[in-house]
């Protein structure tokens, strides 16, 4: 639903992954460095079960998801979850990222996270920014950015990937739902999260 410009996705009661929530893949022209802007604000009653994907990344090469480890160098991912640590009740924003040298056997976060401490709101508007530049051969000379409100949540050099013909960005990815695998990662409530103001640039 959208209203005043403003996009609404419900995320269904026990239910994880595509089906329910939303998983969208748009085509991009072939590039080396590509940037986005958007805003996720999650509901006032959102129940965070144990987490799951928001929001805009990015798909390189091949575009490695769904625990498709990408070793081969072939592609790579960059997204965002959040996600609700059981040991230490906080919740949070992390990096989800498949790269060449990722440990596996799915995404890697760096051990990551925003806010430093204390957890994520409801209600609450999040800016998000995020930057990625392809590697080229074998070389860690790529780059992964990503800012949430003008705070600095990951940003280093990355090999994503290792065939040249599989380096350039060429996905857009929107990706909005529960997920990780077993009950813990569902909900029996529908929820809902909100996005504004997506930019999308290509820089090289």
Not at 11 to 35: F, M, P, R, V, W
Not at 53 to 59: I, L, N, S
Not at 174 to 191: I, L, P, Q
């Amino acid at each position: 639903m959208t209203s005043s410009g403003t996009l609404r996705i419900t995320l269904q009661k026990n239910a994880l992954s595509g089906a329910g929530g939303l998983i969208s893949n748009t085509k991009l022209t072939d590039g080396s460095a590509y940037e986005l802007d958007f805003d996720v604000k999650f509901h006032s009653q959102f129940d965070w079960s144990r987490g799951g994907k928001v929001g805009f990344g990015f798909g390189l090469g091949n575009g490695n998801t769904g625990c498709n480890v990408a070793t081969d160098g072939n592609g790579g991912t960059l997204r965002l979850m959040w996600y609700n640590n059981p040991s230490t009740k906080r919740v949070y924003f992390h990096p989800y990222l498949y790269h060449k040298d990722m440990p596996g056997p799915c995404g890697d976060n760096f051990g990551k996270s925003y806010p430093s401490g204390g957890s994520i709101e409801k209600g609450k508007w999040y800016k998000v920014h995020m930057y990625v530049k392809s590697n080229t051969g074998s070389n860690k000379n790529g780059r992964v950015q990503v800012k949430i409100n003008g705070v600095t949540l990951i940003d280093q050099d990355i090999r994503w990937t290792t065939n040249d013909s599989k380096r350039l960005i060429n996905n857009l990815s929107f990706h909005s739902f529960r997920g990780g695998k077993g009950d813990e990662w569902k909900s029996n409530t529908d929820g809902y999260i909100y996005y504004d103001n997506l930019m999308v640039r290509q820089i090289s």
